[in-house]
């Protein structure tokens, strides 16, 4: 809890930059990035879960550790199924499993590079690509027009470099 409070407090702070964003996945034996065999995952999904892996899997295929059972045919690996090709998705899982896939890692240092100042306290502390996939497919102010209206109500999780277009007044 203390480290977390911590943490919340350096977002609110300017940061330097000082470590480049780890893009590759450390992929163990047990199939997880993590040394103890451990997944970090979306959480708060009620019926779908994305692990840090890429895989999108039912909350109930999740095992003890975090991660997704891979043996499960439902669960998919870098899975975009509710995402258009602007890269935006109408379910939170989709979109950051769908920005998983190294060949995003691209657009998403695009947009690092490019990120007002507002946006850089929020996606200069994330540490890795899971990381800044949680926080990019979250809404925002970019996902909503007139400060109460969604641009797009159906697909307002977006990892792409750009908001979705304004709806017509």
């Not at 996945?25 to 019926?47: A, D, I, T, W």
């Not at 003890?64 to 602007?86: A, E, F, M, Q, R």
């Amino acid at each position: 809890q203390e480290e977390r409070t911590v943490r919340d407090r350096n977002l609110l702070q300017v940061q330097e930059h000082e470590q480049p964003i780890v893009w590759k996945v450390k992929f163990s034996s047990g199939n997880s990035s993590q040394l103890s065999n451990q997944c970090r995952n979306s959480v708060q999904g009620k019926l779908l879960i994305t692990d840090e892996l890429g895989y999108i899997c039912e909350r109930k295929d999740l095992l003890v550790n975090g991660c997704c059972n891979i043996h499960v045919p439902s669960t998919k690996l870098y899975s975009c199924d509710s995402c258009l090709p602007n890269g935006c998705c109408s379910v939170y899982e989709y979109c950051v499993s769908c920005c998983l896939q190294p060949s995003k890692q691209h657009l998403l240092e695009r947009f690092l590079n490019r990120a007002a100042i507002a946006f850089q306290n929020l996606f200069m502390a994330v540490e890795d690509h899971f990381e800044l996939c949680l926080a990019k497919c979250r809404t925002s102010s970019q996902s909503v027009q007139h400060e109460n209206t969604y641009r797009d109500p159906i697909a307002k999780y977006c990892y792409g470099e750009y908001p979705p277009e304004l709806l017509p007044v």
